[in-house]
């Protein structure tokens, strides 16, 4: 097969393109509608962040109560008196990757060395995170495939499959290299809350319909060094073909703990 | 955006759109889904134009943000596990003549087939390189990645098509398009 049966076969494969079905000017317009909704949002909400988002958000977005042990996303100051009583849902927008952060390229054989690495990290670090699961198991680490690496590649993802209370069902752990993740909001779902870190980095909670009552739980870290850590855990097991579940068996806050910890990520 | 800008970023949309659509297609091999990554470009496009336009070439972005928008699609977690179901799209009412687009169905069914089984970059590569007819250093730059690895992944895309395809088969049922 030479390149040239490549390049023909590819064009062929157009050959029979439906009209384009996008109006340019309804392009326009829709980006025009999501820039002036963005620096609406980022500008109402600026003036609450200070406060409110340390001291309040960050409890509250993973459902514990104030005053509690808030996990792996450290103790938050106690709320000031000018702090909402509820969190206000103030950062609709994050510059990504933040100014400076250069993107970091890692060879295959480094990301296999890293992937082994958080494999064997998270078969200790899940059970304490999510207490009471059994039969954990967890996926090599890589790409579009479990173990497939390349050289270059930003990311390294794994399913961590377990049983709780007789249901089966996986988180799904996905890490991304400074200035190789996703782009904050970009599939958080309409209820994305968005917490604040002491050190400046941010958490990203979100429900995404799969479709077929299937249920996706999200949760991003977006780290101050630019790189990302993303936990789901599913309402079935994305890993088999078990049975969907009335809910997801994992909570917001244990996504958060493996999410944030600082084992995980490249 | 001041209307200079938004002018030319409406000429460049106008412009590059079927274009990329084509990339698009080739990359995830959906018209609709198609459609909806180069939206997903080009308004990504519109929100950095002013310094796009001052920076780079806008082409060359164009294609680099196409093909992240397609990898983080592959990359949601719900895709994971998703298999292709070998579905082509609608044809066009008024296209080819049914013999014609039979043809061209089938074809386009092995091709995809094809691709849809090799990695997701060295199908990007594949697609810029010989569709797209990017040089090895302009492929890198809409990757980004170096030209290293656009050489390697090239030859482990071509490599890997011809496995899916046969040795045999493979320049015959490519060819057939063009006779």
Redesign the interface.
Known sequence: ???Q??????????????????D??A??L???Q??RRRRALAGAGAATIAVAVAAVAVPTVLGTPRGSDGGAVGAAPPPSQTSPPHPTPAITTLPWPPAGVT?V?YTADQLKVRGAEMRDHLRAAFPAAVPGVAQVAVQEFG??ASG?V????G?L?SFVAFSLDGSRSAV?V?TFAPGAG??PF??CGDGCKVATMPDGSHVLTGKLF?GEGQW?L?VWHFRANGAVV?A?G?NYD??GAGPTLPVVPVTPEQLAALATDPKLGI | MRKADETRFREFARETAQQLRRSAYLLCGDWHLADDLTQAALIKMYRAWPRITRTERPVSYARRTLVRCWLDERRRPWRRAERRDGQLPEEVPGGPDPATAAQHGDLRAELFDALSRIAPRQRAVLVLRFFESLSVAEAAEALGCSEGTVKSQTARGLAALKVVLGPEAAPAALRRNGE
Do not use: H, K, W
Not at chain 1, 5 to 22: C, K, W
């Open positions: 097969m030479s390149e049966d490549v390049r023909d076969g590819l064009r062929a494969a157009v050959l029979t393109e439906p009209v384009l079905s996008f340019p000017e392009l326009i829709r980006a025009r999501q820039v993107p390229s790409g579009e497939a390349e050289d270059g590649q990311y993802n799904y996905a996703p782009e970009s599939e799969a996706l999200n993303q789901t599913y994305p890993t």
